[in-house]
C-alpha cells in the first residue's frame, strides 16, 4: 500500500500520459480535497440514489454514469431530494461524472454542505473504470524494497542480488555494454500487482539510472549508453544471488533443483552463482535469461538432459543383455 494516506487531490494530481489519463477536475466540494481513498475499488451507487443503503459501499469511490446522472435528474424534477442527502450522510471518498455529466445545482448545493469532492472527467464510464482500477491496484499494491540491480536481458527481468563489493554493478555494466537494460541499481523498489505480478522501479527518479562503480565513481548510464540502455520498470522473473567461491560448498551442477526466492508472497525462480576470477559471470546471466526463456516455452534442458540420459543407459542394457547372449526365456 501506499506509503502515506492518498488523498482526492493526489487522484487528481497524479501525472498520468496518453492512454491512462483520468482526465479529471474538480466541479465542486472542494473542501474535502483531502479525504482519503483507503479502499481500490468503485461503486455504482444507483440504490443509494434510489433510497436503498443496505451494503452501501460509501468507502469506495462513487462513480456516476448516465444511468445515475438520468435517475437523479428524474428525482431533481420530481422534488425528491432526500435519497440524495441520504447518501451524502455517509463518507463517500468523492463522486465522479463521466461522459462530461454535470449534476444539477441541489445537487451541488448538498455535496458542498457534505464536503464531498465532485469530479468529472470526459472519459465513458467503462474506459475510466478500466484507467482507475489500473492506478488504485498500482497505488495500493505491497512494496518492499530490495538492496540490488534490477536489469532487463533478452525480455528477462532478473534481479541481481548478494553482499556489497560482490560485483553487482560491475556485473551490471557489462550486461549494459552488451546491449541489455539497466532499470535500476543499489536500491531496486518492487511492488506486487494482481497478487503474482513483481514490478521493479528505481529507489528515486532523480538520481535513476545512475550506477556507483568502486574507483570509478558514479556514472550516468543515459549519458553514457543512451535510452535504449535504460526502462523504467519492469516485471521481475528470475533472481541471481551472486556468492563468493566456497569450495566446500556443492553446486547444483545439472539444474535439476529448482529453488526460488519469496518476494511479497510471490515465489520467484531463483539461482545462485559463484563468483571467483576466471568466471564469466554475465555470461552465464545471459544464458540463464535464455534458458529462463526456454522453460516458460515449455523446454526444461536439464530434464530433457536427464531423460535422455535414462534412454541412453536403459539402451545399453539392452544392447548388453541381447549381445551377451543370456537366455530369460
Known amino acids: 500500500m501506499a506509503d502515506k494516506p492518498f488523498t482526492v487531490l493526489d487522484l487528481i494530481d497524479i501525472d498520468l500520459k496518453e492512454h491512462n489519463s483520468l482526465n479529471l477536475r474538480c466541479m465542486g466540494g ?3 480535497l483531502g479525504r482519503e481513498i483507503t479502499i481500490p475499488d468503485l461503486n455504482r451507487p444507483m440504490g443509494a440514489i434510489m433510497g436503498f443503503y443496505e451494503e452501501f459501499a460509501h468507502q469506495r469511490i462513487q462513480i456516476i454514469g448516465r444511468g445515475e446522472a438520468a435517475c437523479l435528474r428524474k428525482l431533481a424534477s420530481e422534488g425528491k ?6 447518501m451524502f450522510t455517509y463518507q463517500m471518498p468523492c463522486c465522479i461524472f463521466t461522459h462530461n455529466l454535470e449534476p444539477d445545482k441541489n445537487f451541488f448545493d448538498i455535496a458542498e454542505a457534505a464536503q464531498c469532492p465532485v469530479l468529472q472527467t470526459d472519459l465513458s464510464t467503462s474506459e475510466f473504470s478500466a484507467r482507475i482500477l489500473r492506478v488504485l491496484t ?3 499494491a505491497p512494496r518492499k524494497s530490495i538492496h540490488g540491480v ?3 536481458v533478452y525480455g528477462v527481468g532478473i534481479l541481481i542480488v548478494g553482499d556489497s563489493g560482490i560485483g553487482k554493478s560491475e556485473t551490471a555494466l557489462e550486461l549494459i555494454k552488451h546491449g541489455h537494460r539497466l532499470v535500476a541499481d543499489d536500491v531496486v523498489n518492487i511492488h506486487c500487482v494482481n497478487g503474482n505480478i513483481l514490478l521493479g522501479t528505481g529507489a528515486n527518479k532523480i538520481i535513476a539510472h545512475h550506477m556507483e562503480i568502486r574507483g570509478l565513481g558514479i556514472i550516468n548510464i543515459t549519458h553514457l549508453f543512451g535510452v535504449g540502455a535504460i526502462r523504467d520498470r519492469k516485471q521481475i522473473e528470475l533472481v ?3 556468492e563468493e567461491w566456497d569450495s ?3 553446486y547444483d551442477r545439472i539444474g535439476m533443483e529448482d529453488s526460488y526466492m519469496e518476494i511479497l508472497g510471490v515465489s520467484v525462480p531463483k539461482l545462485e552463482i559463484p563468483v571467483k576470477p576466471g568466471r564469466n559471470v554475465p555470461i552465464i546471466i545471459e544464458t540463464a535469461a535464455m534458458n529462463e526463456r526456454l522453460k516458460k516455452m515449455g523446454y526444461n534442458t ?3 538432459f536427464n531423460q535422455n540420459i535414462l534412454k541412453w543407459i536403459e539402451s545399453e542394457n539392452a544392447k548388453s543383455v541381447y ?5 530369460f526365456i
Open 81 to 86: 431530494t432526500d435519497s440524495v442527502r441520504q
Open 302 to 304: 536439464a530434464k530433457v
Open 248 to 250: 566446500k560448498k556443492n
Open 150 to 152: 534490477l536489469v532487463e
Open 30 to 32: 472542494r473542501k474535502g
Open 323 to 327: 549381445f551377451g547372449g543370456e537366455d
Open 240 to 242: 541471481v544471488s551472486l
Open 138 to 140: 498500482d497505488i495500493f
